[in-house]
């Protein structure tokens, strides 16, 4: 049975998934400060990791990677939702301390040349796909016209993020990851 994580759950629990959260009027099952390490569970626990809106306001968003790589399984699956950096919504919150691009978490990524210039980890992670407004269900002409512009900025993150971006900003970002553990300690 996978084992699940919601981190920063809210009142918004995955089904079936252990919740933390610092706030003890939520869902949570776990009450901690997710800016406090290490986070009460032990090394390789979770299948699963979903970070929904929440890596915004955490202080330190290279040590909570490497708390959620260190908590995470090999192979786990990491999904993190942010709002996006051209978005309102990114700037409208005063508790926002981190802005997002589609390029935000590549520092991970052995295969990506940030990591090799910006070496602040060693924690490592796979990029399976990155999508702009997953839950998107907007009907009519103006939700069609969306869908469509959601399916080619989703097809082509980077074009839209440098050419069209600018003109038509979208507001949510999520990522998902691999988390890729060596045998080398």
Known sequence: MKKILDLGCGNQKKIGAIG???N???SADIIHDLNKFPYPFEESTFDEIYVDNVI???DNVVKVMEEIHRISK???IIVIKVPYFRS???FSDPTHKHFFTVDAFTVFNPTHIHHSLYPYSQCLFNTIKIVFHENFHNTGFKGF???LFLHFSNKYPLFYEHHLSHFFPLDELTFYLKTIKT???
Do not use: Q, S
């Open 56 to 58: 915004e306001h955490l």
């Open 74 to 76: 090999p192979d786990g």
């Open 145 to 147: 016209l969306k869908r």
């Open 88 to 90: 309102r919504h990114a």
């Open 24 to 26: 003890p009027v939520t």
């Open 20 to 22: 933390i959260d610092i």
């Open 183 to 185: 045998n080398e300690k």
